[in-house]
């Protein structure tokens, strides 16, 4: 009865340390650093964007060192998350040289094009939004991770946070008035000005015209139609809590690399007559990308389906060994039941358990009518002379 339960043990134990290992995975896997690049410490990080504006086609090239964008991936997701939005400042690096030499370049292409400073806004605006959106834990391992400006650069990813972080950073060193607002679920910009079109908040007196940084032909005072009506909070930035990296530890002394450490692609962005129409006052897009909120749950059987279905696969093993063991078991004890009932009836001392036994062993051809006066023997009813002394029968 024992034997059984012993054969099946390495095997539950087995099931058990692979569920272990299966489910330990993405729970372990969050500590790691992110790593949404793998880049050789001696190169740059070419990237080109491209977007559209005032009826033109947009490019721009940039090649970013690897060795500033490796020092802010180096600040851990536990010291991000801990950042509230009131603090988001710490993320908007202003004092970045390579970030400045980049403004820079926008504003020496707006003035060129004869741009205003709401045009700029625009224009640097679209720019941003043609960044690929997405969540933060369907392009990292972790579930919120805010970026720096660089980062969203070289990842050429990120959500609302990541995008907003970015689009304030660069008007700020372009000298223009911002503010963080918060509709619900959401993060964008406010730019400082009077007198514009659309949507604006008041924050100390002041009007900031709502700037959406998600969702591709939005300008700034265009406010998404889901946020119509509704209210949101406004957040200043601080931008003497922001985060400065060591420039020294940061950028060796490498003359080899195509771009200084501070500078990046010196030809300004350059443009192209854009064949296909491009909106002038209405978005192209209904609403922006807002940021879904998901269960955690959901998020890791997305992220891992092969974990998963190899999860539920060995589940229903174990279960399936674990109700075969069972079933094995009771089989086991109903025999043994039955083995010790039947020993109990045959050494019953009960008379008619006793002549029962007789009576299902007794030879049915001899009536018990006609006996044997000499011998008492039992004889058949047309017997004439006794079958066991020989004597007859009157």
């Not at 880049?39 to 500033?68: K, V």
């Not at 032909?217 to 931008?239: C, H, M, N, R, T």
Request: negative net charge; aromatic residues 12%.
């Amino acid at each position: 009865m024992i034997r059984p339960l012993l054969s099946h043990k390495p095997i539950s134990l087995l099931i058990f340390l692979g569920l272990l290992l299966l489910v330990s995975i993405p729970i372990v896997r969050p500590f790691g650093m992110v790593n949404a690049q793998t880049i050789d410490q001696n190169q740059s990080c070419d990237r080109e964007f491209s977007w559209d504006y005032g009826g033109n086609h947009w490019t721009w090239n940039l090649s970013i060192p690897t060795t500033l964008y490796n020092a802010y991936v180096a600040v851990p997701d536990s010291q991000r998350t801990q950042i509230q939005l009131s603090d988001f400042g710490f993320f908007t690096t202003t004092n970045d040289q390579y970030l400045q030499v980049i403004a820079q370049k926008f504003n020496d292409t707006s003035t060129s094009n004869g741009f205003n400073s709401q045009d700029e806004a625009n224009f640097v605006l679209a720019f941003v939004q043609s960044i690929p959106y997405k969540t933060d834990n369907a392009s990292t391992p972790y579930q919120v991770y805010p970026r720096f400006p660089i980062e969203t650069l070289v990842d050429d990813v990120g959500d609302c946070k990541s995008h907003s972080i970015l689009y304030s950073t660069l008007m700020l060193m372009l000298g223009d008035g911002v503010v963080f607002i918060n509709p619900p679920d959401h993060l964008a910009v406010g730019i400082l000005g009077n007198n514009l079109q659309g949507t604006y908040w008041t924050y100390n007196s002041q009007t900031y015209y709502y700037a959406e940084t998600t969702g591709v032909g939005f300008k700034v005072g265009d406010l998404p139609d889901e946020f119509q009506g509704k209210s949101a909070f406004v957040y200043p930035i601080d931008e003497s809590s922001q985060y400065v990296i060591d420039s020294q530890a940061s950028y060796p002394a490498a003359p080899d690399l195509t771009y200084s450490p501070y500078t990046p692609d010196t030809t300004l962005p350059t443009s192209t007559p854009n064949s296909g129409s491009i909106p002038t006052a209405t978005p192209n897009i209904s609403q922006p990308k807002i940021e879904p909120v998901q269960p955690i749950s959901l998020n890791l059987i997305s992220d891992n389906p092969i974990p998963f279905v190899i999860i539920v696969i060995a589940i229903g093993i174990s279960i399936a060994v674990t109700i075969k063991t069972a079933t094995g078991v009771k089989k086991t004890k109903a025999y043994s039941q039955t083995v010790k009932n039947e020993s109990n009836i045959s050494q019953s001392d009960d008379p008619n358990a006793q002549e029962n036994k007789f009576d299902e062993t007794k030879d049915n051809s001899v009536e018990s009518g006609k006996f044997c006066i000499y011998c008492g023997s039992g004889n058949k009813s047309f017997a004439s002379y006794c079958e066991k002394c020989g004597k007859k029968i009157s």
